[in-house]
């Protein structure tokens, strides 16, 4: 089985706190990505990779970066976290038509 | 760029009856591929069917299966005998193509309640 685990469930952090999200897949996907979930919005992409070092950015990307060192890491680093960036974050990794996700990190910035 | 539509927030079902989610979508490629994910209260998102553009015949698993109209561009799916395991939010999805830059756009998504 195909597993993305996320470093956290749950994260409370301050206003103007760095947060770092850290997603691993174990299956050598080349894709990965990072969503967003927000009631009523659906999901919207944050950023994606589609090899090591290499990102682009999705349809939000504004208040994030990302890095992808190794194949199966992707992070989500939020530089200074803001109550607006309150929201479920989704990883994701692909292999062709084939995505599998996260459990998801519910983050709570105060 | 493309757009996936789910107009409908919330619907509720009884126990062991059939339930129609609807989904259209705005696109003007050919080849492309629609999904639909199902998440779960507090669990992983995991996708329930998939449906490739080229092919006529309509998508089955098991319980689940879509009604595909390539040129209504619509993209609904039907669970049969619902189950109280199926309360869930149905997510539908487009990607187009799979190179290394596709990515999913999803829909807002559906709140499914199925009541005993």
């Known amino acids: 089985d195909v597993k993305v685990t996320q470093s956290s469930r749950y994260l409370v952090k301050r206003t103007g706190e760095k947060v770092f999200l850290e997603c691993v897949q174990d299956?050598?996907?080349?894709?990965m990505f990072w969503y967003r979930q927000d009631p009523g919005l659906g999901l919207r992409l944050i950023y994606f990779s589609y090899d090591v070092k290499m990102k682009e950015k999705g349809d939000i990307p504004e208040g994030y970066s990302v890095s992808r060192e190794k194949k199966e890491r992707f992070s989500l680093i939020l530089e200074s976290a803001s109550t607006n960036q309150t929201s479920m974050y989704l990883c994701a990794s692909r292999r062709w038509y084939e995505q599998y996700f996260g459990p998801g990190t519910r983050l709570t910035v105060t | 760029a493309q757009t996936v539509t789910q107009s409908q927030p919330e619907m509720s079902v009884q126990e062991a009856e059939t339930v129609t989610l609807s989904c259209t979508y705005d696109t003007s490629e050919n080849n492309y591929y629609l999904f639909w994910y199902k998440q779960p209260p507090s669990r992983q998102m995991i996708l329930v069917i998939r449906?490739?553009?080229?092919?006529?015949q309509n998508a089955t698993e098991n319980r689940f299966s879509v009604n595909f109209q390539k040129a209504a561009k619509s993209f609904s799916l039907k669970i049969s005998d619902s189950q109280l395991g199926d309360t869930a939010m149905y997510f539908c999805a487009f990607m187009k193509g799979t190179g290394a830059n596709s990515k999913l756009t999803f829909g807002k998504g559906i709140t499914l309640s199925v009541r005993p």
């Open positions: 449906q490739e553009a080229y092919k006529q």
């Open positions: 299956m050598d996907h080349e894709n």
